[in-house]
Structures are given as C-alpha cells and as structure tokens.
C-alpha cells in the first residue's frame, strides 16, 4: 500500500497547479504505459477478458438453465474422462444433472462482480474519509482516524458473520460487507499522503487564490492521489473473490440455488471420490481468474517499482 507514496516521491512540489497536475498524469501514463508493454499484463488481460466474455456470454447462448433439474443427465463426467460424456455437458453435470460449465460461468459472473463492487466502494468510502482526515486534521482527523481504528480491529470474517449471519446473504449485502471491511487500509493511506500535500506550494497557491476546500480536494488532490491507489486495488479484486468464494463455501454467501463458487465448491465435496469434477471446475475457473488479475496487479507494482527506481 505504500504506492501512494512511492508515485508521490516522483513528483516535485510545484507552485502552479496546473503543472501540479500534468506531472501526477505523466506519472500514471508512465506506470501503465510500462505496464500495459508486459507479456504477464497482456496474458492476464487476455483472459480476463476471455473469462469476462464467456461468463457474460455463453450462459444465455447455450440456453441452459444453471439452476434447472435434469436426472437423466446426473453425474455425466467431462469429456475427457469416462465413456458416459455428452457433447451438451462438455465439463460434466452434477449431482441432479445441472451442467458444470454454465454453473461455473455464472458463478465467475457474481464472484468477479462482488470483487470488482467491492473494492469500488472501499476505495470510495476509504479515500473520501482519508482525504478529509488529512486535509482539515484537527478534530476531523481525531474523529475519522479512532472511527479507522474500531473498523480494523474487527476481522473480517466476524464482521460477515455478525451481518450475513442475521440477515438474507444478497449480492449487494455481501458487497457492503467486505467493501466496509477493507476501507481503513485506503483511508490511512490517504490521509498520511494528504497531509503531506496539503502543505505544498500548490495548495497553498490554490487557497491564496480563493479555491474553496471542496475545490482543492477534488480538482488538485484526489487527481494526483487516486491513479496510484486505482493501480493497487487490482490485486484486491482477486483478495474479495476469494473471500466471497470464502463465505460461499461456510455458506454465509449467496444462497443457493443461484450458483456461486462457494457454494458449487461446497456441494461437491460430498462426491470427490465418485465425481470429482463438480469441486474441481469451479475451482480451476477460481484459480485461473485469479491468477490473470494477478498477472496484472504484478505488472503493475514491476512498472512502479521500476520507475520509482529509475527516477
């Protein structure tokens, strides 16, 4: 999380804003334009979007139902494996014959959606406290940072618990679950950049100026914090699909029978010695899907690290 920070390092203070400005996106096109030239960014990106595509896609082409009952299909292993395959169910069916690709697909769907929502809503939430905390400071600083230090002392496996645990486990109740969880991470960093900008000659023209705060914050500040954090957070959408597929497996995710890879996961536990495909499929789309955003979070810290170092 110190990416603030290093990008913040390669910048000089200016007393123009505007210059101010132009330096924070030449260094966010320097980062990704680094990143984007990597073989680990393009293969991550590629199946990515490969994942993205067939989730999004092929669930409505195929016309199968993920969730409708067929027993005279049950239990139909892959095609590479057996003599009872069908070309309908090239990854097999399960227990009561619901077909594991579509399933798996559908189940990236609300995983990747989850990730993706949640981590927008921590940066939103983590961000717009830490920027307040570090440019007013005082009382305002007091107030968010000790609310900062209540949140983090809660783990994040018992925050779900205490809500999901009382309530209906929906998408967007699990989204508001894991983004409330993570935003301190955001909020301290930010607040610990701010409070090192706020000071700096930009700023400081802006106010001599007229600007008002609201103005600082928003045309001078977050501009030349957020592109850092944005490079981050790549590597926390793989963390919440993880752990949503976490409270699908204890069953504190989205209630069957819409599919999830928790859920899926759980169900086929019960048959690893007879049919094992049905835990394996959705956990190799899992691993796949999380390694690409690695790959791409991983070209991201390299174009940083290196550019800090060659600066």
């Not at 293969?43 to 199968?64: F, K």
Request: charged share 15%; net charge positive; with cysteine.
């Amino acid at each position: 999380m110190d990416a603030v920070e290093t990008s913040l390092a390669l910048a000089p203070p200016h007393a123009d804003p505007a210059e101010a400005r132009l330096m924070s996106r030449s260094i966010g096109r320097r980062i990704l334009g680094q990143a984007t030239g990597s073989t680990g960014f393009r293969i991550g990106l590629a199946l990515v979007l490969i994942l993205a595509l067939a989730a999004a896609l092929y669930p409505e082409l195929s016309g199968i139902d993920p969730v409708k009952m067929d027993v005279r299909a049950r239990l139909l292993p892959p095609l590479f494996l057996g003599d009872k395959w069908s070309w309908a169910h090239p990854l097999g069916t399960d227990q009561i014959g619901r077909d594991m690709l579509v399933r798996s697909l559908v189940g990236l769907r609300t995983s990747f959606l989850i990730g993706v929502a949640s981590v927008a809503l921590t940066l939103l939430i983590g961000c717009a406290l830490g920027t307040v905390a570090g440019y007013f400071g005082g009382r305002t600083d007091t107030v968010v940072m000790r609310i900062t230090d209540a949140q983090l002392s809660i783990p994040m496996i018992i925050l779900a618990i205490a809500v999901l645990g009382v309530s209906r486990p929906t998408i967007p109740a699990i989204i508001l679950v894991l983004g409330l969880s993570n935003w301190p991470v955001y909020a301290r960093v930010m607040r610990s950049v701010v409070m090192a900008e706020r000071g700096r000659e930009y700023v400081c023209a802006a106010q001599v100026s007229g600007a008002t705060h609201p103005r600082i914050i928003l045309t001078l500040l977050v501009p030349l914090l957020l592109p850092p954090l944005l490079f981050t957070s790549v590597l926390d959408v793989a963390r919440m699909m993880i752990f949503e597929s976490t409270l699908g497996f204890l069953g504190l995710g989205v209630q069957p029978p819409t599919p999830t890879f928790g859920n899926i996961i759980a169900d086929g536990r019960k048959y690893l010695l007879n049919a094992w495909w049905i835990a394996t499929m959705p956990g190799l789309f899992l691993c796949l899907t999380l390694t690409s955003i690695n790959l791409i979070g991983a070209a991201f810290e390299r174009a940083r690290n290196t550019i800090h170092g060659g600066a």
